[in-house]
């Protein structure tokens, strides 16, 4: 009796992580996105709006919560050196950071 109460108990939260993963997705689905950058959007989204877990968010939106989690540094700081000095070509920024 016992083990038939665990094994529902835990099929009652596997139904409710799928239903809610299902609203997640019907949410998202009405934005497509093609992009990495977009899909980590949408499942910040998902994480925020709907409280999944990073797995599930990523899961829901496709991507590996590698993806999730990688922050472009080199990128920002090019960036950062671009805007602070306009006059400066790309040959002048690039070789303090390589």
């Known amino acids: 009796m016992r083990e038939l109460k665990a094994e529902n108990s835990q099929l009652k939260k596997m139904s409710a992580d799928v239903s809610l993963q299902n609203m997640a997705l019907k ?7 093609i992009k990495p950058a977009e899909r980590k959007a949408l499942a910040q989204y998902a994480i ?3 409280g999944l877990g990073v797995m599930q968010a990523s899961d ?4 590996s919560p590698c993806t999730y989690y990688y922050q472009p540094k080199l990128v920002d700081a090019v ?8 006059n400066y070509g790309f040959r002048k920024n690039l070789p303090d950071y390589l």
């Open 27 to 33: 949410d998202i689905d009405e934005k497509k996105a």
């Open 48 to 50: 925020i709006e709907f």
């Open 60 to 63: 829901a939106v496709s991507i």
């Open 79 to 86: 960036s950062e050196l671009a805007h602070k000095h306009t």
